[in-house]
């Protein structure tokens, strides 16, 4: 069965410090990654993207996330955390077909 | 204006009601879902649609039933409410030439008491 998990409930940094929130998935076929943000009463938003090509991914609001096929993640990052980066995370995978399958979530917390 | 809209944004409802929400969206997608989201459970996916006439089941559709108005609007109903369909609900489209990334709306917060 095709799964993503996200080991982590949440993380917790200091701000200006670096940050990393991780995902590793199982699936059958080449996988297209994603990463969405979801802020307080609000909807998912995107942030970025693996589909082919370089396996580090750069999108919004500085973050990053790098695919490593042999270790099947798809780890988000950013250098420096910001307190307004404090929020829950997405990993979701899919592999081409109907269906986008979401891990769990992960709470970060920035601390001033 | 937001590409994806949901209605009502919140909404408290007895056991035994029915209960429709809404979604439109302006993205011009034709592919449209329905997720239900619960604390530590990511997404579980309650109905999509590839089209107007295109509408299929997904891995949580009991006592759920979905309407494709328009290309534009998709709307999930609640035959007969239940306390265990408390939950915050999204509506999101897809555009399959971007590997399908999804654009979510704001979300409905349901309660049923």
């Known amino acids: 069965a095709q799964s993503v998990a996200q080991p982590e409930d949440q993380v917790n940094v200091a701000e200006g410090n670096p940050l990393t929130v991780k995902c590793t998935y199982s699936?059958?076929?080449?996988?297209?990654l994603f990463w969405y943000v979801q802020y307080p009463n609000r909807g998912l938003q995107f942030l970025l993207k693996y589909i082919t090509g370089d396996n580090l991914v750069k999108g919004s609001y500085g973050f990053e996330a790098e695919f490593n096929k042999s270790q099947t993640s798809f780890h988000l990052k950013k250098p420096s955390a910001l307190v307004s980066d404090s929020a829950l995370y997405f990993c979701?995978?899919?592999?081409?077909?109907?269906?986008?399958?979401f891990g769990a979530g992960t709470r970060l917390f920035v601390k001033a | 204006d937001a590409d994806v809209t949901q209605t009502p944004r919140n909404r408290i409802t007895k056991t035994g009601k029915r209960i429709m929400l809404e979604c439109s969206q302006t993205k011009g997608h034709d592919r449209m879902y329905w997720y239900r989201q619960d604390p530590g459970l990511g997404l579980q996916l309650i109905y999509y649609?590839?089209?107007?006439?295109?509408?299929n089941k997904g891995e949580i559709s009991d006592g759920y039933s979905v309407s494709r108005q328009a290309q534009a609007k998709f709307s999930l109903s609640l035959e007969s409410a239940i306390p265990n369909q408390t939950a915050l609900y999204f509506c999101a489209t897809s555009d399959p030439f971007r590997g399908d990334t999804q654009y979510f709306g704001p979300g409905t917060r349901l309660t049923v008491l």
């Open positions: 649609s590839f089209d107007v006439k295109d509408i």
């Open positions: 979701a995978v899919n592999t081409g077909g109907f269906k986008t399958i």
């Open positions: 699936v059958s076929g080449n996988p297209y």
